[in-house]
């Protein structure tokens, strides 16, 4: 079962099963040609004297103005989603388990345009600083004024992950703002850990041992940017 619908944009698992050392219909890591240097980095390539704050299946590094919130999904009262708050724009994250040789972006990029469309938004596909992204308008659900937010959708293919970013705020409009905020997404480091899991199964997030995040947030739409 997926953590994040196909309905909040998020990958798709419920036609998958078995772990992620099964078959899998072969397509291409998406991922920038620095990723192992300069992030989003696996576990292992991260360096392990650095403060981060341990969140399970991602570990992030404190900076000054970066708010961190746990996105927590009614009901389950699972984390779902990380939210961080950083230069007037919102990222958030999730990290899924991954084919060890094949990536997941290119069939997730196409669920997210096709959940877009039928919300009544409108998306564009460009080549971003973390390879191709989905740029997005899309309604303000309830509001009957016609209103429309920004997002930006980019995704990486990591070994054995895929982390999935949203990003709203400035940071869809400001290309300052942008920078901050695609610096903040390329220090994450995802935890994948070595228990078996299906592909786009999302890896499980905690909160932090030292209370460093602030209160958790909950959410019914772990999925899209708000």
Same mark, same amino acid.
Not at 76 to 100: C, E, H, M, N
Not at 124 to 147: N, S
Not at 203 to 226: C, D, F, K
């Given at each position: 079962?997926?953590?994040?619908?196909?309905?909040?944009?998020?990958?798709? +698992?419920?036609?998958?099963? %078995?772990?992620?050392?099964?078959?899998?219909?072969?397509?291409?890591?998406?991922?920038?040609?620095?990723?192992?240097?300069?992030?989003?980095?696996?576990?292992?390539?991260?360096?392990?004297?650095?403060?981060?704050?341990?969140?399970?299946?991602?570990?992030?590094?404190?900076?000054?103005?970066?708010?961190?919130?746990?996105?927590?999904?009614?009901?389950?009262?699972?984390?779902?989603?990380?939210?961080?708050?950083?230069?007037? +724009?919102?990222?958030?994250?999730?990290?899924?388990?991954?084919?060890?040789?094949?990536?997941?972006?290119?069939?997730?990029?196409?669920?997210?345009?096709?959940?877009?469309?039928?919300?009544?938004?409108?998306?564009?596909?460009?080549?971003?600083?973390? %390879?191709?992204?989905?740029?997005?308008?899309?309604?303000?659900?309830?509001?009957?004024?016609?209103?429309?937010?920004?997002?930006?959708?980019?995704?990486?293919?990591?070994?054995?992950?895929?982390?999935?970013?949203?990003?709203? %705020?400035?940071?869809?409009?400001? !290309?300052?703002?942008?920078?901050?905020?695609?610096?903040?997404?390329?220090?994450?480091?995802?935890?994948?850990?070595?228990?078996?899991?299906?592909?786009?199964?999302?890896?499980?997030?905690?909160? !932090?041992?030292?209370?460093?995040?602030?209160?958790?947030?909950?959410?019914?739409?772990? %999925?899209?940017?708000?």
């Amino acid at each position: 079962m997926s953590d994040a619908p196909t309905g909040s944009t998020g990958p798709d +698992s419920s036609s998958n099963s %078995g772990s992620d050392d099964g078959d899998e219909i072969e397509t291409p890591k998406s991922a920038p040609a620095d990723r192992e240097t300069n992030g989003p980095l696996d576990e292992s390539e991260a360096n392990a004297v650095r403060p981060y704050v341990d969140l399970g299946g991602v570990k992030i590094l404190p900076r000054p103005e970066l708010h961190l919130r746990l996105e927590v999904e009614e009901g389950s009262k699972r984390v779902v989603a990380v939210g961080l708050d950083y230069a007037g +724009s919102t990222l958030q994250i999730q990290p899924f388990a991954a084919p060890r040789s094949s990536g997941l972006w290119h069939e997730i990029r196409a669920q997210i345009i096709d959940q877009i469309s039928k919300q009544g938004g409108s998306t564009r596909v460009i080549d971003g600083p973390f %390879g191709p992204e989905v740029q997005a308008e899309i309604p303000v659900a309830g509001d009957t004024a016609g209103t429309t937010r920004l997002a930006r959708f980019i995704g990486v293919d990591g070994p054995r992950w895929f982390l999935r970013g949203v990003i709203a %705020g400035e940071g869809a409009v400001k !290309p300052d703002a942008a920078a901050q905020v695609e610096d903040l997404f390329r220090s994450i480091v995802v935890v994948r850990g070595t228990t078996p899991m299906p592909p786009r199964d999302l890896i499980p997030l905690h909160m !932090p041992a030292t209370g460093q995040a602030s209160a958790p947030a909950e959410s019914t739409n772990p %999925g899209g940017a708000s």
